[in-house]
């Protein structure tokens, strides 16, 4: 069964810092890996989408990286801003029953402090 | 364009009572999906369908009903509410083919 880590479960960092979370997972055979980011009281928005085919993923200041082979995902913040504050969740997704589902991790709780 | 809808957001129920927690999109995927969220535990998958008439059994079901009438709505019916059902519930959508999710806002159920 396939599960997906994350540690730390809370980070606090000043603004301006750059900073890493992660995510990994235990069955290196999949085809992609999601970063979402969950504002309190509000759903998942996606962030990154990185296949497994790639090494890195872009999006302004987030970095995704996989590396399958080691089981692990890094999330890559550039400049951190209070804005930023969120809690981050990486998924995987699983084939169970007549569907392709995903599995999360339990998410890092970022504060950004002004 | 609404996305995907959910009511109510906020419920407070007594042990043994029933409810429904309402999902609707307008994006007609065929997916659907509900997830819970409890702390420390990230998101677990509770009952799933790939289309109207369809429904499966995901990770935590027991406790939970859901059906799946129409494409755009798939709720889901606590018979019998427990404390242990006290949770963030989440409905979320996509096309079959798709990578990517649409979450709805979230439900917050409190069972006393």
């Known amino acids: 069964k396939q599960e997906v880590t994350q540690i730390p479960a809370a980070l606090s960092v000043p603004e301006g810092e750059n900073l890493v979370l992660n995510c990994s997972f235990t069955d290196s055979a999949i085809y992609n890996l999601q970063w979402f980011r969950q504002d309190p009281g509000k759903g998942l928005t996606s962030l990154l989408l990185?296949?497994?085919?790639?090494r890195e993923q872009t999006s302004g200041r987030l970095n995704a990286s996989l590396d399958k082979s080691s089981g692990r995902s890094t999330l890559y913040i550039a400049a951190s801003q209070p804005g930023d504050s969120a809690t981050y969740l990486c998924?995987?997704?699983?084939?169970?029953?007549?569907?392709?589902?995903?599995?999360f991790g339990s998410g890092t709780q970022l504060t950004v402090l002004p | 364009n609404a996305g995907v809808t959910q009511t109510p957001k906020f419920q407070v129920l007594k042990t043994g009572q029933s409810m429904t927690l309402q999902c609707a999109q307008d994006?007609?995927?065929?997916?659907m999906s509900w997830y819970r969220q409890d702390p420390g535990m990230g998101l677990r998958l509770i009952h799933y369908s790939v289309g109207a008439g369809i429904t499966d059994q995901g990770e935590v079901p027991n406790g939970y009903n859901v059906s799946r009438s129409t494409t755009e709505d798939f709720p889901l019916r606590l018979l019998s509410a427990a404390p242990s059902q006290t949770s963030v519930y989440f409905c979320a959508s996509r096309t079959g083919s798709a990578n990517v999710l649409t979450f709805g806002a979230g439900s917050r159920l409190t069972v006393l």
């Open positions: 998924a995987v997704p699983t084939f169970s029953g007549s569907a392709r589902q995903l599995t």
């Open positions: 990185i296949q497994s085919s790639q």
């Open positions: 994006m007609n995927h065929e997916y």
